[in-house]
């Protein structure tokens, strides 16, 4: 297999921010529901689109939510924010090798440059497709979809890899008709990832190196 484009999600793929969406989660749950939430039952939220968790944890009182996610998750962003290993120099090595590359992302896309940003990965992508550039977002197709377009990939291609942590980014990927790879660092359960059938398992970053 020789891989033409390479297509990321961004948290808990790229960037390690599960502890910045856990604490970002309880203190909006704890503010707004005066409840407490144990991690693991927050887990099955990681990779969906913010506003989408919220309506799903209270519909009546989930804009305010968001705002008050948004706010908070800003303040400890950088503190709460890694980058997982051997991405930097994975991602400068797909560059150098010519690899198109996107990330493709449910965050606003002021933040998914703020998270690039912090560790210099902002120059090793071709496009950023978030939150507010589609209409629909994970699990439908439409976000990898119009990533391809904007890197000029036309059609349902296997030179093309969607690499992600969560559920949603596999059946993202599998229904756009492209190649769909998991990140075993995923905090999402194997058993969860598995019934979605990715193509790819990877165990480390750099592995991605095997298919360009």
């Known amino acids: 297999m020789s891989t033409k484009c390479l297509l990321f999600d961004l948290d808990g793929t790229l960037l390690n921010t599960n502890n910045l969406v856990l604490e970002s989660l309880k203190y909006t749950i704890k503010t707004h529901m005066d409840k407490d939430m144990a991690d693991s039952q927050l887990y099955r939220y990681f990779g969906q689109p913010l506003v989408e968790i919220m309506e799903n944890l209270n519909p009546l009182k989930a804009e305010a ?30 560059k150098k090798k010519g690899i198109l590359t996107a990330v493709v992302t449910s965050k ?48 349902f291609n296997d030179d093309v890899i969607m690499v992600g942590d969560s ?13 769909s790879a998991v990140v075993e660092w995923s905090l999402h359960p194997a058993e969860v990832l598995q019934a979605c059938k990715p193509h790819i398992w990877l165990p480390e970053f750099s592995v991605l190196l095997n298919y360009v």
């Open 167 to 179: 559920p949603y980014d596999i059946m993202c990927a599998n229904s756009a008709g492209v190649t």
């Open 65 to 94: 939510m968001v705002e008050t996610y948004r706010e908070y998750s800003a303040v400890k962003h950088d503190n709460l924010t890694e980058v997982f290993p051997q991405v930097p120099e994975t991602l400068k090595e797909l």
């Open 108 to 155: 606003i896309k002021r933040l998914a440059y703020r998270g690039l940003g912090l560790f210099q990965l902002e120059d090793y992508f071709d496009v950023c497709v978030a939150f507010e550039d589609t209409e629909k977002h994970k699990p439908d197709p439409e976000p990898v979809l119009k990533a391809m377009e904007l890197l000029g990939v036309s059609g």
